[in-house]
């Protein structure tokens, strides 16, 4: 059933590694250690889970071009681990924002969601990702065939929610926003241009 | 595990206590301070010091041999919270000093080499004396005192902080303003060679960074100017070496690194106004009633908070120093003059 892929399970433990070094942090936080995330702990554990998420999302998104362009067939395979990777850090993100931030205090949530917007542009964001992992399995591509591609272009509305997000957030500078904002349009140009990136390949060695 | 909560009613029983505390000494305070300067100002240190202990911290900070031996007959001041003061490592790591980069630890980090000795402060405008001073002559004059004041940032977060300074009204006045002096215009030191973020493109700020108090708020005995905290010379990070502390309104009015202050007539335009106008006034009072377009003033989080409480407090209005400020705007519609 399964077959052993050295370039997953590295990968698999390349994606863990943020997860695992927050936990590091939080360890270290609650053992003595407490100036580890700053005088305002939860709010940086948030922000971290949430910048992890965009950072994952965008990898995702760069394989089916990278894969074009060199050719690199192997890529594919580490696509829905991506993704998934996306979609756990966005729950981390959610989960921590609702548990450490919001302290479950749901009579604040309409109040945030309401003078808050990014909030609801995050959480649009999230909702968008529920399905695509839910339809990540084989069966579900089976079950869906061609619907699953229309489906899971989805992921497109998703990274542009993401971009909106961080820049709401923004207070006076847009650094960060614009980085995230640029990269984002370099991949959805590169998929109205896909049969053209093919054209480089002679750029690149194909690995053996 | 344990997770606290918390319903947005509840008041825990320290903070009224602390409260009621901090109205009464208040009054106590003024009066015995009233009475001491009658009898000289000896007694005004010895009656504070009774009250309580200086704040101190074993940080390596050092400013000028001036300011160090000034530093040497520090007194506690009046009008200082009861509550306690956020941990130095906290006050000098966690800060919006947006010249220096806008995450909170980037100050820290990139203010290390700022240079603030020799420094000089212009003095400008609708008065008397004019002209360019040396900061030792600008602080020469007056005794140290050190006021902890709460520190409300327009972000909805909070600290506690011992200052170490003087009276802004006190220096003012050395200028003999004149009757066209309306307002104070501050200015913070413009140097992209030392203050990488006014280097970057994508800012909405257009520095140097700019505030301005209206005269009579100038003049009120809460407003206060700062060379230290704890005890020590001011981290560069904070705004060394001088920068105003204006309680009862949000932290980006308590403008830092101060190179130029000028007299003006009409209301100068500050930097977060002329930024996003809609989202931050040229008042900028500390307001539970009023939100910020894009987020509720209503409470904030007193720092440190830890990951498992958020330390919730409820936002007092004026930053709870309504009595001594709230007179300056009786008249005034505080939703529009926000």
Request: charged fraction near 20%; aromatic fraction near 14%.
């Amino acid at each position: 059933m399964f077959k052993f892929s050295v370039l997953k399970f590295l990968a698999f433990l390349l994606c863990l590694a943020p997860l695992g070094y927050s936990i590091y942090q939080v360890y270290q936080l609650q053992t003595g250690g407490p100036h580890v995330l700053g005088a305002d702990p939860a709010k940086e554990l948030v922000l971290l889970q949430g910048e992890w998420t965009i950072r994952f999302l965008l990898l995702t998104l760069l394989i089916t071009p990278l894969r074009r362009l060199t050719g690199w067939n192997q890529l594919q395979k580490v696509r829905r681990m991506l993704g998934l990777f996306t979609f756990t850090y966005a729950s981390l993100h959610l989960l921590s924002y609702l548990f450490l931030l919001l302290e479950l205090d749901f009579s604040n949530l309409g109040a945030d969601i309401l003078k808050r917007p990014y909030i609801t542009v995050g959480f649009t964001a999230y909702l968008f990702l529920v399905p695509l992992a839910l339809t990540s399995n084989n069966v579900a591509m089976r079950h869906l065939r061609n619907r699953w591609a229309v489906l899971h272009r989805l992921v497109y509305g998703v990274a542009i929610l993401a971009v909106v997000h961080v820049t709401w957030l923004a207070r006076s500078s847009y650094s960060e926003a614009i980085a995230y904002g640029v990269v984002v349009a370099i991949l959805l140009v590169s998929r109205v241009f896909k049969d053209k990136l093919s054209l480089f390949r002679g750029a690149f060695k194909r690995p053996v | 595990m344990l997770i606290k909560h918390r319903g947005p009613g509840d008041v825990r029983s320290s903070e009224i206590t602390s409260e009621t505390v901090f109205y009464k000494r208040r009054q106590i305070l003024k009066a015995m301070g009233l009475g001491a300067v009658a009898l000289g100002a000896p007694l005004t240190h010895a009656a504070a010091s009774g009250e309580r202990e200086l704040y101190s911290t074993n940080a390596p900070l050092s400013g000028p041999a001036w300011l160090e031996e000034k530093l040497n007959t520090l007194t506690p001041g009046q009008y200082s919270t009861r509550e306690s003061a956020t941990p130095f490592e906290y006050v000098s790591t966690y800060n919006n000093f947006y010249e220096f980069g806008t995450a909170k630890t980037d100050p820290a980090e990139n203010s290390q080499d700022f240079v603030t000795d020799p420094w000089k402060v212009e003095v400008a405008g609708e008065a008397e004396l004019t002209g360019r001073f040396n900061l030792e002559d600008i602080v020469n004059p007056y005794a140290l005192e050190e006021r902890v004041y709460r520190l409300r940032c327009v972000e909805a977060w909070s600290m506690v902080v011992p200052w170490v300074g003087f009276s802004l009204a006190d220096l003012l006045k050395r200028f003999k303003p004149n009757s066209n002096a309306k307002y104070v215009r501050f200015e913070t030191l413009y140097d992209p060679k030392q203050m990488p973020a006014q280097r970057s493109r994508f800012t909405t700020i257009d520095y140097p960074y700019v505030e301005g108090l209206r005269i009579d708020e100038a003049m009120n005995d809460l407003a206060f100017l700062a060379v230290g905290v704890y005890g020590k010379a001011m981290p560069n990070q904070n705004g060394a070496p001088i920068r105003l502390v204006v309680p009862w309104k949000y932290g980006f009015k308590s403008i830092k690194s101060i190179v130029k202050i000028e007299f003006t007539e009409h209301r100068p335009k500050t930097t977060w106004e002329m930024s996003n106008s809609r989202e931050y006034g040229f008042y900028a009072n500390v307001n539970p009633e009023v939100d910020h377009p894009r987020w509720s003033q209503a409470r904030e989080r007193r720092l440190p908070a830890s990951i498992f409480s958020q330390n919730y407090v409820e936002t007092l209005k004026f930053n709870g120093y309504a009595p001594q400020v709230a007179h300056l705007y009786k008249d005034m519609d505080l939703r529009k003059y926000y």
